[in-house]
């Protein structure tokens, strides 16, 4: 059935080191997302991508890289220059289109921990 | 109120109350509003929605209120049941500007059976 995965669900990073977070979708979806929570927060806007290579940055993009090279996946690279990478990562997709205005639909979250 | 740090504000309800969660948006020229539930340990699920042109929506147990003039959005809960227990947000989006959603602090709904 149609839905965003995001792997994994749990990942462990020791400072220094890049990582990179899945996340894939079959809901043939234009527009995708990335957000990160931390506890007790809401949702910051990490990077979005409307349409395939292309990708615009958010309110706490330092730190992260994205790409977009195919419609169904986007995935997101935590990079040592970001201070304070542990949180909880959220993916979402949406039908931009012609729809400006639509619900996105999210994953079920990568907690990543730096150790 | 406002989240500040690790501090949800919290509503404590009776199981069978009606709940009201309320927020306070920020961009005047937001015409797109979305509640979500969020289960700890998972992402946001959509409840529902209601765009600018409209003062109210009706789901199955749940309402929407929009007051554009303060910029103010609520969302009722009918008969509040234990399983309605967790992290509410809304969020909006405005046809200028960055395509996503901005998303507000998160209200935790906690029912008493």
């Known amino acids: 059935d149609g839905g965003i995965t995001q792997s994994p669900k749990y990942l462990f990073r020791k400072e220094g080191q890049n990582v990179t977070l899945s996340c894939e979708q079959n809901?043939?979806?234009?527009?995708m997302y990335w957000y990160r929570q931390d506890p007790g927060q809401g949702l910051r806007l990490i990077y979005y991508?409307?349409?395939?290579?292309?990708?615009q940055k958010g309110d706490i993009a330092e730190g992260y890289s994205v790409s977009r090279e195919k419609k169904e996946s986007f995935p997101l690279t935590v990079t040592s220059a970001q201070k304070n990478p542990t949180a909880f990562y959220l993916c979402?997709?949406?039908?931009?289109?012609?729809?400006?205005?639509?619900?996105?639909?999210f994953g079920q979250g990568t907690r990543l921990t730096v150790v | 109120g406002e989240n500040v740090g690790l501090h949800l504000p919290t509503l404590s309800v009776q199981e069978g109350d009606n709940s009201i969660i309320n927020c306070a948006y920020s961009?005047?020229?937001?015409?797109?509003f979305i509640w979500y539930k969020q289960e700890s340990g998972k992402g946001p699920q959509f409840i529902i929605d209601?765009?600018?042109?409209?003062d109210k929506r009706q789901g199955q147990r749940v309402t929407v209120l929009l007051n554009k003039t303060v910029k103010h959005l609520s969302l009722q809960i009918a008969a509040t049941q234990p399983g309605d227990s967790a992290v509410y947000f809304c969020?909006?989006?405005?046809?200028?500007?960055?395509?996503?959603?901005?998303f507000g602090s998160g209200t935790r709904l906690q029912v008493q059976p």
């Open positions: 961009n005047s020229a937001s015409d797109y």
């Open positions: 209601i765009r600018s042109n409209m």
């Open positions: 979402a997709s949406s039908i931009p289109g012609g729809e400006p205005n639509t619900e996105a639909f």
């Open positions: 991508s409307q349409i395939v290579n292309d990708f």
């Open positions: 809901l043939n979806h234009d527009a």
């Open positions: 969020a909006e989006n405005s046809p200028t500007g960055r395509r996503a959603l901005t």
